[in-house]
Protein backbone atom coordinates (compact mmCIF):
# COMPACT_ATOMS: atom_id res chain seq x y z
CA UNK A 1 0.00 0.00 0.00
CA UNK A 2 2.76 2.40 -1.24
CA UNK A 3 2.13 6.21 -1.12
CA UNK A 4 3.99 8.48 -3.28
CA UNK A 5 3.30 12.67 -3.17
CA UNK A 6 4.00 14.46 -6.58
CA UNK A 7 3.49 18.29 -6.58
CA UNK A 8 2.85 19.83 -10.16
CA UNK A 9 5.67 22.63 -9.43
CA UNK A 10 8.42 20.10 -8.89
CA UNK A 11 7.15 17.82 -11.59
CA UNK A 12 10.05 18.25 -14.71
CA UNK A 13 7.82 15.86 -17.07
CA UNK A 14 5.11 13.74 -16.87
CA UNK A 15 5.67 10.53 -14.84
CA UNK A 16 4.72 7.12 -16.14
CA UNK A 17 1.57 5.37 -13.85
CA UNK A 18 3.06 3.52 -11.00
CA UNK A 19 3.01 0.20 -11.16
CA UNK A 20 2.04 -2.22 -8.61
CA UNK A 21 4.80 -2.12 -6.22
CA UNK A 22 6.65 0.37 -7.80
CA UNK A 23 8.43 3.39 -6.67
CA UNK A 24 9.70 6.55 -8.03
CA UNK A 25 11.48 9.75 -5.84
CA UNK A 26 8.76 11.91 -4.48
CA UNK A 27 8.63 14.22 -1.56
CA UNK A 28 8.14 12.39 2.22
CA UNK A 29 4.60 12.45 3.11
CA UNK A 30 4.31 15.32 5.44
CA UNK A 31 7.34 17.20 3.74
CA UNK A 32 6.53 20.68 2.78
CA UNK A 33 3.58 21.31 4.67
CA UNK A 34 2.12 24.94 3.91
CA UNK A 35 2.06 27.29 6.92
CA UNK A 36 -1.29 27.71 9.35
CA UNK A 37 -0.69 31.44 9.31
CA UNK A 38 -3.43 34.40 9.95
CA UNK A 39 -4.31 34.87 6.44
CA UNK A 40 -7.19 36.91 4.31
CA UNK A 41 -10.01 34.57 3.24
CA UNK A 42 -10.30 30.88 3.15
CA UNK A 43 -8.17 27.92 1.26
CA UNK A 44 -9.98 25.34 -0.64
CA UNK A 45 -8.90 22.30 -1.69
CA UNK A 46 -10.26 20.22 -3.97
CA UNK A 47 -9.75 16.49 -3.83
CA UNK A 48 -10.45 14.62 -6.91
CA UNK A 49 -10.37 10.28 -6.13
CA UNK A 50 -9.34 8.73 -9.61
CA UNK A 51 -9.03 5.51 -11.40
CA UNK A 52 -8.10 5.17 -15.22
CA UNK A 53 -9.78 8.54 -15.79
CA UNK A 54 -7.80 9.79 -18.49
CA UNK A 55 -10.31 10.48 -21.03
CA UNK A 56 -11.93 13.09 -18.40
CA UNK A 57 -9.30 14.36 -16.05
CA UNK A 58 -8.11 16.94 -17.73
CA UNK A 59 -10.86 18.41 -18.82
CA UNK A 60 -12.40 18.21 -14.75
CA UNK A 61 -9.09 19.50 -13.59
CA UNK A 62 -8.89 22.50 -16.27
CA UNK A 63 -13.00 23.62 -14.98
CA UNK A 64 -12.06 23.73 -11.40
CA UNK A 65 -12.62 27.84 -10.27
CA UNK A 66 -9.16 28.73 -9.19
CA UNK A 67 -10.98 31.94 -7.94
CA UNK A 68 -14.34 32.25 -5.11
CA UNK A 69 -15.32 35.31 -3.16
CA UNK A 70 -13.82 34.86 -0.07
CA UNK A 71 -11.04 32.14 -0.70
CA UNK A 72 -8.04 33.12 -0.70
CA UNK A 73 -6.41 29.68 -2.61
CA UNK A 74 -7.62 27.55 -4.39
CA UNK A 75 -5.96 24.33 -5.23
CA UNK A 76 -6.42 20.74 -6.54
CA UNK A 77 -5.15 16.87 -4.93
CA UNK A 78 -5.70 14.16 -7.23
CA UNK A 79 -5.79 10.69 -5.74
CA UNK A 80 -4.55 7.93 -7.93
CA UNK A 81 -5.65 4.75 -7.16
CA UNK A 82 -3.69 2.56 -8.96
CA UNK A 83 -4.63 3.65 -12.31
CA UNK A 84 -2.53 2.19 -14.94
CA UNK A 85 -3.15 4.66 -17.81
CA UNK A 86 -2.10 8.37 -18.08
CA UNK A 87 -4.53 9.58 -15.64
CA UNK A 88 -1.70 10.92 -13.11
CA UNK A 89 0.36 12.46 -16.64
CA UNK A 90 -3.14 14.17 -17.92
CA UNK A 91 -3.97 15.43 -14.80
CA UNK A 92 -0.38 17.12 -14.47
CA UNK A 93 -0.74 19.16 -17.89
CA UNK A 94 -3.87 20.16 -17.02
CA UNK A 95 -2.43 22.31 -13.70
CA UNK A 96 -3.11 19.78 -10.92
CA UNK A 97 -1.39 21.46 -7.68
CA UNK A 98 -0.57 17.42 -5.80
CA UNK A 99 -1.07 13.68 -6.83
CA UNK A 100 -0.85 11.66 -3.98
CA UNK A 101 -0.96 8.27 -5.73
CA UNK A 102 -1.18 4.46 -4.42
CA UNK A 103 0.36 1.65 -5.93
CA UNK A 104 -2.54 -0.53 -5.94
CA UNK A 105 -6.36 0.32 -6.10
CA UNK A 106 -7.33 0.69 -2.83
CA UNK A 107 -10.93 1.67 -3.26
CA UNK A 108 -12.63 4.89 -3.18
CA UNK A 109 -13.38 5.56 0.44
CA UNK A 110 -9.20 4.95 1.19
CA UNK A 111 -9.17 7.16 -1.29
CA UNK A 112 -11.46 9.19 0.19
CA UNK A 113 -9.41 9.03 3.51
CA UNK A 114 -5.97 9.83 1.95
CA UNK A 115 -6.83 13.08 -0.50
CA UNK A 116 -8.41 14.70 2.61
CA UNK A 117 -5.87 13.87 5.45
CA UNK A 118 -3.08 15.58 2.73
CA UNK A 119 -5.29 18.32 2.59
CA UNK A 120 -5.73 19.40 5.69
CA UNK A 121 -1.77 18.54 5.95
CA UNK A 122 -1.97 21.35 3.62
CA UNK A 123 -3.81 23.61 5.60
CA UNK A 124 -7.47 23.33 3.60
CA UNK A 125 -10.33 25.25 5.43
CA UNK A 126 -12.37 23.54 3.08
CA UNK A 127 -12.70 20.33 1.06
CA UNK A 128 -14.28 19.82 -1.89
CA UNK A 129 -14.40 16.30 -3.40
CA UNK A 130 -15.50 15.81 -6.67
CA UNK A 131 -15.53 13.20 -9.24
CA UNK A 132 -13.01 12.63 -12.33
CA UNK A 133 -15.59 10.90 -14.39
CA UNK A 134 -16.83 14.65 -15.61
CA UNK A 135 -20.34 13.90 -14.01
CA UNK A 136 -20.18 16.80 -11.69
CA UNK A 137 -19.93 20.33 -12.38
CA UNK A 138 -17.00 22.46 -11.13
CA UNK A 139 -18.53 25.69 -12.15
CA UNK A 140 -21.04 25.13 -9.54
CA UNK A 141 -18.15 25.08 -6.83
CA UNK A 142 -19.04 28.64 -5.69
CA UNK A 143 -22.59 27.34 -4.54
CA UNK A 144 -21.22 24.90 -2.36
CA UNK A 145 -18.61 26.56 -0.87
CA UNK A 146 -20.61 29.48 -0.17
CA UNK A 147 -22.76 28.48 2.86
CA UNK A 148 -19.36 27.22 4.76
CA UNK A 149 -17.26 30.59 4.34
CA UNK A 150 -20.51 32.31 5.68
CA UNK A 151 -20.55 30.17 8.64
CA UNK A 152 -24.33 28.69 8.49
CA UNK A 153 -22.71 25.22 7.35
CA UNK A 154 -20.17 22.44 8.08
CA UNK A 155 -20.96 19.97 5.38
CA UNK A 156 -22.79 21.11 1.98
CA UNK A 157 -23.83 18.50 -0.77
CA UNK A 158 -24.72 18.80 -4.41
CA UNK A 159 -28.51 17.13 -4.58
CA UNK A 160 -29.29 16.55 -8.00
CA UNK A 161 -33.16 17.33 -8.77
CA UNK A 162 -34.13 13.43 -8.58
CA UNK A 163 -37.39 14.08 -10.13
CA UNK A 164 -35.56 15.43 -13.91
CA UNK A 165 -35.61 12.15 -15.60
CA UNK A 166 -31.76 13.43 -17.48
CA UNK A 167 -30.55 12.44 -14.21
CA UNK A 168 -30.41 9.04 -13.95
CA UNK A 169 -32.60 5.99 -15.26
CA UNK A 170 -35.80 5.84 -13.32
CA UNK A 171 -34.87 2.85 -11.03
CA UNK A 172 -31.71 4.40 -9.99
CA UNK A 173 -33.52 7.63 -9.13
CA UNK A 174 -36.42 5.67 -7.42
CA UNK A 175 -33.57 3.66 -5.49
CA UNK A 176 -32.21 7.00 -4.38
CA UNK A 177 -35.26 9.02 -3.37
CA UNK A 178 -36.42 5.78 -1.55
CA UNK A 179 -32.69 5.49 0.52
CA UNK A 180 -32.88 9.35 0.72
CA UNK A 181 -36.41 8.97 2.73
CA UNK A 182 -35.08 6.48 4.67
CA UNK A 183 -31.75 8.25 5.79
CA UNK A 184 -33.81 11.07 6.62
CA UNK A 185 -36.71 9.19 8.84
CA UNK A 186 -34.02 6.95 10.65
CA UNK A 187 -30.77 8.23 10.42
CA UNK A 188 -31.72 11.73 10.95
CA UNK A 189 -29.89 13.31 7.59
CA UNK A 190 -32.20 15.80 6.52
CA UNK A 191 -30.71 15.88 2.83
CA UNK A 192 -32.76 14.92 -0.57
CA UNK A 193 -29.94 12.98 -2.31
CA UNK A 194 -27.05 10.81 0.03
CA UNK A 195 -25.56 9.24 -2.26
CA UNK A 196 -24.04 12.82 -4.20
CA UNK A 197 -20.04 12.50 -3.78
CA UNK A 198 -20.09 16.25 -4.66
CA UNK A 199 -19.75 17.91 -1.39
CA UNK A 200 -18.11 20.46 0.72
CA UNK A 201 -16.63 19.95 3.85
CA UNK A 202 -15.25 22.66 6.70
CA UNK A 203 -11.75 21.93 8.55
CA UNK A 204 -13.92 21.17 11.89
CA UNK A 205 -16.00 18.66 9.83
CA UNK A 206 -13.47 16.56 8.46
CA UNK A 207 -11.36 16.24 12.16
CA UNK A 208 -14.80 14.40 13.50
CA UNK A 209 -15.59 12.63 10.35
CA UNK A 210 -13.64 9.31 10.11
CA UNK A 211 -14.63 6.80 7.71
CA UNK A 212 -13.71 3.07 8.15
CA UNK A 213 -15.99 0.97 5.51
CA UNK A 214 -14.00 0.08 2.32
CA UNK A 215 -16.50 0.79 -0.20
CA UNK A 216 -17.75 4.09 -0.18
CA UNK A 217 -17.57 7.07 1.95
CA UNK A 218 -21.21 8.96 1.04
CA UNK A 219 -23.01 7.28 3.54
CA UNK A 220 -20.75 7.05 6.68
CA UNK A 221 -19.60 10.39 6.46
CA UNK A 222 -23.31 12.08 6.47
CA UNK A 223 -24.37 9.49 9.28
CA UNK A 224 -21.46 10.48 11.10
CA UNK A 225 -22.29 14.20 10.69
CA UNK A 226 -25.92 13.80 11.71
CA UNK A 227 -24.80 12.03 14.95
CA UNK A 228 -22.42 14.76 15.37
CA UNK A 229 -24.73 17.49 15.31
CA UNK A 230 -22.64 18.92 12.39
CA UNK A 231 -24.72 21.89 10.15
CA UNK A 232 -25.60 20.34 7.11
CA UNK A 233 -27.47 21.60 4.22
CA UNK A 234 -27.73 21.12 0.55
CA UNK A 235 -27.99 23.05 -3.07
CA UNK A 236 -29.47 21.56 -6.49
CA UNK A 237 -26.62 21.13 -8.57
CA UNK A 238 -27.76 18.61 -11.90
CA UNK A 239 -25.60 16.00 -12.38
CA UNK A 240 -23.70 15.70 -15.97
CA UNK A 241 -24.45 12.42 -18.00
CA UNK A 242 -20.94 10.12 -18.21
CA UNK A 243 -19.34 10.75 -21.47
CA UNK A 244 -16.81 8.00 -21.54
CA UNK A 245 -17.04 4.17 -19.80
CA UNK A 246 -19.83 3.83 -17.01
CA UNK A 247 -20.02 4.15 -13.64
CA UNK A 248 -18.03 1.59 -11.44
CA UNK A 249 -19.98 1.84 -8.20
CA UNK A 250 -23.38 1.47 -9.77
CA UNK A 251 -22.80 -0.79 -12.70
CA UNK A 252 -24.96 -3.50 -10.49
CA UNK A 253 -27.58 -1.95 -9.06
CA UNK A 254 -28.40 -4.44 -6.17
CA UNK A 255 -24.93 -4.94 -5.40
CA UNK A 256 -24.72 -0.99 -4.86
CA UNK A 257 -27.84 -0.99 -2.62
CA UNK A 258 -26.94 -4.21 -0.64
CA UNK A 259 -23.38 -2.97 -0.24
CA UNK A 260 -24.84 0.42 0.83
CA UNK A 261 -27.85 -0.60 2.79
CA UNK A 262 -24.84 -2.82 4.79
CA UNK A 263 -22.85 0.00 5.10
CA UNK A 264 -25.65 2.38 6.22
CA UNK A 265 -26.82 -0.35 8.69
CA UNK A 266 -23.21 -1.31 10.25
CA UNK A 267 -22.51 2.58 10.49
CA UNK A 268 -25.72 3.50 12.55
CA UNK A 269 -25.33 0.42 14.83
CA UNK A 270 -21.74 2.15 15.65
CA UNK A 271 -23.54 5.49 15.87
CA UNK A 272 -26.09 3.80 18.61
CA UNK A 273 -25.97 0.56 19.14
CA UNK A 274 -28.48 0.41 22.74
CA UNK A 275 -31.11 2.16 21.02
CA UNK A 276 -31.41 -0.63 17.83
CA UNK A 277 -30.50 -3.56 20.32
CA UNK A 278 -33.43 -1.77 22.84
CA UNK A 279 -35.85 -1.40 20.32
CA UNK A 280 -35.61 -5.38 19.59
CA UNK A 281 -36.20 -6.40 23.17
CA UNK A 282 -38.69 -4.01 23.47
CA UNK A 283 -40.38 -6.05 21.09
CA UNK A 284 -39.34 -9.48 21.77
CA UNK A 285 -40.44 -8.77 25.13
CA UNK A 286 -44.02 -7.67 24.07
CA UNK A 287 -44.49 -10.82 22.25
CA UNK A 288 -43.43 -12.93 25.03
CA UNK A 289 -46.04 -11.02 26.82
CA UNK A 290 -48.62 -11.67 24.74
CA UNK A 291 -47.81 -15.41 24.64
CA UNK A 292 -47.81 -15.35 28.96
CA UNK A 293 -51.53 -13.61 28.32
CA UNK A 294 -52.77 -16.08 25.83
CA UNK A 295 -51.43 -19.25 28.22
CA UNK A 296 -53.00 -17.43 31.15
CA UNK A 297 -56.68 -16.99 29.13
CA UNK A 298 -55.99 -20.76 27.79
CA UNK A 299 -55.94 -22.27 30.85
CA UNK A 300 -58.80 -20.47 32.52
CA UNK A 301 -60.83 -21.85 30.64
CA UNK A 302 -59.42 -25.22 31.19
CA UNK A 303 -56.73 -25.52 28.30
CA UNK A 304 -53.15 -26.30 28.43
CA UNK A 305 -51.30 -25.08 25.77
CA UNK A 306 -47.86 -25.75 26.96
CA UNK A 307 -46.42 -24.50 23.40
CA UNK A 308 -47.82 -20.74 24.36
CA UNK A 309 -45.93 -21.39 27.68
CA UNK A 310 -42.25 -22.29 25.83
CA UNK A 311 -42.58 -19.72 22.96
CA UNK A 312 -43.10 -16.87 26.11
CA UNK A 313 -39.73 -18.77 27.94
CA UNK A 314 -38.21 -18.66 24.68
CA UNK A 315 -39.12 -14.97 24.29
CA UNK A 316 -38.21 -13.62 27.42
CA UNK A 317 -34.63 -15.32 26.75
CA UNK A 318 -34.19 -13.45 23.70
CA UNK A 319 -35.42 -10.06 25.17
CA UNK A 320 -33.22 -10.20 27.45
CA UNK A 321 -30.02 -11.25 25.54
CA UNK A 322 -31.10 -8.45 22.97
CA UNK A 323 -30.80 -6.27 26.61
CA UNK A 324 -27.35 -7.67 27.56
CA UNK A 325 -26.22 -7.53 24.14
CA UNK A 326 -27.29 -3.82 23.37
CA UNK A 327 -25.50 -3.23 26.44
CA UNK A 328 -22.42 -4.32 25.61
CA UNK A 329 -22.34 -3.39 22.28
CA UNK A 330 -23.27 0.18 24.13
CA UNK A 331 -19.74 0.07 25.79
CA UNK A 332 -17.72 -0.57 22.92
CA UNK A 333 -19.38 2.39 21.20
CA UNK A 334 -18.39 4.28 23.73
CA UNK A 335 -14.40 2.93 23.45
CA UNK A 336 -15.26 4.02 19.91
CA UNK A 337 -16.30 7.79 20.72
CA UNK A 338 -12.91 7.45 22.71
CA UNK A 339 -11.06 6.31 19.65
CA UNK A 340 -12.36 8.98 17.61
CA UNK A 341 -12.00 11.63 20.02
CA UNK A 342 -7.96 11.02 19.96
CA UNK A 343 -7.91 10.51 16.02
CA UNK A 344 -9.79 14.21 16.03
CA UNK A 345 -6.90 15.03 18.40
CA UNK A 346 -4.20 13.24 16.36
CA UNK A 347 -5.12 15.12 13.13
CA UNK A 348 -5.08 18.46 14.56
CA UNK A 349 -1.77 17.78 15.64
CA UNK A 350 -0.81 16.46 12.51
CA UNK A 351 -2.55 19.46 11.08
CA UNK A 352 -0.73 21.92 13.11
CA UNK A 353 -3.77 23.79 14.27
CA UNK A 354 -3.27 26.46 16.60
CA UNK A 355 -3.86 25.23 20.08
CA UNK A 356 -3.90 21.35 19.23
CA UNK A 357 -0.44 20.81 20.95
CA UNK A 358 0.33 20.85 24.43
CA UNK A 359 3.24 23.64 23.35
CA UNK A 360 2.10 26.11 21.05
CA UNK A 361 4.15 26.61 17.64
CA UNK A 362 5.16 29.95 16.71
CA UNK A 363 2.54 31.64 14.11
CA UNK A 364 3.65 30.99 10.34
CA UNK A 365 5.83 28.24 11.13
CA UNK A 366 5.54 25.25 9.37
CA UNK A 367 3.33 22.61 10.37
CA UNK A 368 4.38 19.63 11.96
CA UNK A 369 4.54 16.19 10.33
CA UNK A 370 2.98 13.35 12.64
CA UNK A 371 2.77 10.56 10.92
CA UNK A 372 0.93 8.20 13.42
CA UNK A 373 -2.41 9.63 12.00
CA UNK A 374 -1.90 8.55 8.83
CA UNK A 375 -1.52 5.28 10.41
CA UNK A 376 -4.36 5.39 12.09
CA UNK A 377 -6.27 6.23 9.44
CA UNK A 378 -5.21 2.89 7.82
CA UNK A 379 -5.57 0.62 10.72
CA UNK A 380 -9.31 1.67 11.20
CA UNK A 381 -9.56 1.46 6.76
CA UNK A 382 -8.32 -2.41 8.01
CA UNK A 383 -11.15 -2.61 10.59
CA UNK A 384 -13.55 -1.50 8.54
CA UNK A 385 -12.86 -3.11 5.64
Known amino acids: MEVQIVSNQDA ?34 VVIPALNEQDTIGRVISQVPRALAGVSRVEVILVDDGSNDLTTDRALAAGVDHVVRHSGN ?21 IVTLDADGQHDPSAMPLLVGPIVEGTADLVVAARP ?39 FSREALMHVHVSAGFTYTLETLVQAASKRLRMTEVIVPAHRRSVGTSRMTHSILRYVGRTGNQAFRTSLHTNPLALFGRLAAAVAVAAVLMIAYFISAY ?21 ALLVCGLIADGICASRRLTEDILARVKRLEAGDAGAAATPRQLGSPAPSYPAARALVDVMEVIGG
Open 12 to 45: AQPSPPAASGGSTSAPALGDAKPQRASRPGHRVV
Open 106 to 126: RGLAAAFNRGTTEALARGADI
Open 162 to 200: LDDPTQGSAVRRAGNRIGSAIAQRFLNVPLSDVTSGYRA
Open 300 to 320: AVGGQHLPALLAAVLLAGCSA
